[in-house]
């Protein structure tokens, strides 16, 4: 199966779950007069409508670079983050009001057993679904797939948490729990939903990948750089950065200026294959520059490009 099939198939899984969710929790929410199941109605629904959203952007970011986009549409998955966490905080925003609203006007949980059991299938459901989901997400290194997995797998803590709340207002008949519990979704949710947009935001910034990527990538230079020790004199310059699941990294190397035009491509030609076979979905630019007796700073100057 591709890369691109498979992530849209998890994707059509978390619609179809959150689908059928929803409609338990409503069915649920309107025969036990709960606002905290009523509350993680709406969650589900933000996490339907993210679904929706992670669907899309897989299918887009898996098409090929084009003439008006020559490094592809991985970033569509990035945006794709952003976009599911302000559905996030509507949806928090949205529990925070009905559950204020019911704290003056506690309603009498009816059909609690009902409830739990739907909150407690609920649970269930999720977290298989958001397990598979994750796993493909963390294989295929997709952003979109990943952030919906954390909605999924926030809605198992909070499920069970309304499930819990329910059971404790059976058991005391302190009515106010419930809209104390929708709001501790809330607060849940919320931070979620922070963690989703700052991830995505910075991606789009082009942050530079993590120290682990980096020690990783010299790591795979400089077994190269000994293997050509006349020739590869240093490397410097060092830039990284992610579009989706698709790294780019950018070097300039220092060669032996007697190398002839072949010999210096070769060396890139090594590179480019070593680092694409241990990093997956890596893109690599090489700038070749000839040895003139000087160290390289292997720092980037303030406005310099490569």
């Not at 006007?105 to 409830?115: C, G, M």
């Not at 290194?141 to 709340?165: P, W």
């Not at 607060?187 to 922070?194: G, N, P, Q, S, T």
């Not at 410097?236 to 990294?249: A, D, E, F, P, Y």
Request: charged share 25%; proline share 2%.
């Amino acid at each position: 199966m591709s890369t691109s099939n498979r992530k849209t198939k998890v994707a059509l899984l978390s619609i179809c779950s959150n689908t059928v969710l929803i409609i338990l929790k409503i069915m649920a929410g309107l025969l036990s007069g709960s606002v905290s199941i009523i509350s993680e109605a709406i969650h589900s629904s933000m996490d339907l409508v993210a679904s929706l959203v992670a669907f899309t952007a897989v299918r887009k970011s898996s098409k090929p670079a084009d003439r008006d986009h020559p490094y592809g549409h991985g970033k569509i998955e990035n945006l794709s983050g952003i976009v599911e966490g302000i559905l996030i905080f509507i949806a928090a925003g949205l529990i925070v009001f009905e559950a204020v609203k019911k704290m003056f006007e506690p309603i009498e949980i009816e059909q609690a057993w009902v409830a739990i059991a739907v909150m407690t299938v609920a649970a269930l459901v999720n977290f298989f679904v958001s397990k598979t989901i994750y796993k493909v997400a963390k294989e295929e290194d997709s952003m979109a797939l990943e952030a919906d997995a954390l909605h999924l797998k926030t809605d198992v803590y909070t499920s069970l948490g309304v499930g819990i709340g329910i059971l404790l207002i059976k058991l005391t008949d302190f009515m106010i729990l419930d809209s104390i519990v929708a709001i501790l979704v809330a607060l849940l949710i919320v931070k979620e939903a922070w963690s989703l947009c700052y991830n995505a935001l910075e991606y789009l910034m082009d942050i530079r990948l993590s120290d682990e990527e980096e020690q990783e990538i010299k790591g795979v230079i400089e077994k190269v750089k000994d293997k050509n020790a006349q020739q590869l004199i240093d490397y410097h310059k060092l830039k990284t950065r992610k579009s989706g699941n698709v790294r780019h990294i950018d070097f300039h190397i220092t060669v032996d200026p007697s190398l002839t035009v072949k010999e210096a491509h070769d060396i890139v030609g090594c590179l480019k294959k070593e680092l694409c076979d241990a990093l997956k979905n890596t893109r690599v630019s090489v700038h070749i520059d000839p040895y003139n007796g000087q160290e390289n700073n292997d720092e980037l100057d303030d406005h310099e490009t490569i």
